[in-house]
């Protein structure tokens, strides 16, 4: 596999990594989750339904990832996605 096959991470596999991510840091063999794996859980949970809700509103039309569709081709890349947040 090539380095750029490894680097591909399109927005519903990404979304499924993060929802896998969550589950691995709630072992089911142990009584008490430490703080730092329930933190770790709720932003990968947090990130997850951001990822593939985009994914989903992607799927229907383009314009519903952005904030302010008019300015999609901004140069200097400050554009807010629909989040408010700058684009991952």
Known sequence: MSELARLDFPPVRNGIDYLASVVEHFDENEWAVEPCDLKCAVLHLQAAAEVL??????????SLAFQDPDERNSKK????NCGGAAPQ
């Open 53 to 62: 809700l985009k994914a989903r509103l992607l799927r229907e039309h383009w």
């Open 77 to 80: 890349g400050d554009f807010m």
